[in-house]
């Protein structure tokens, strides 16, 4: 069984910066597709970002909503995945998911509702 824990959402200006950090437990870690999924109030949720590291190459997926601003990450080391979010608007708040498959053999877009793990969520506002 897969545990994730999210940790490092708060509060922020617009414009401000935050890293989120999804530590797992349990398995093999290297070999886990990774995302970052988001949904704020009244909406649905959605991925953001995820991450394939194929044992030789990294794939990362970015929605275009938060690309060129958020990165995702991982550390096979350190069982961590992370979400480094730059020039955060009022429009990024929401709780924020650390979600982690194994079936998954191929990153071409953004991962599925349907993943096999999930974390808690960290919450992350963004003022104006």
């Known amino acids: 069984q897969v545990q994730l824990v999210e940790s490092g959402g708060g509060l922020v200006q617009a414009g401000g910066s935050l890293r989120l950090s999804c530590a797992a437990s349990g398995g093999t870690f290297s070999t886990y597709v990774m995302g970052w999924f988001r949904q704020a109030p009244g909406k649905e949720r959605e991925c953001v970002a995820a991450?394939?590291?194929?044992?030789?190459?990294?794939?990362?997926y970015a929605a275009d909503s938060v690309k060129g601003r958020f990165t995702i990450s991982r550390d096979n080391a350190k069982n961590t995945v992370y979400l480094q979010m730059n020039s955060l608007k009022p429009e990024d708040t929401a709780v924020y998911y650390c979600?982690?498959?194994?079936?998954?053999?191929?990153?071409?877009?953004?991962?599925?509702?349907?993943?096999?793990?999930w974390g808690k969520g960290t919450l992350v506002t963004v003022s104006s």
């Open positions: 991450i394939r590291w194929s044992g030789s190459y990294t794939y990362t």
């Open positions: 979600a982690a498959d194994t079936r998954i053999d191929h990153l071409g877009g953004p991962l599925r509702g349907d993943m096999q793990y």
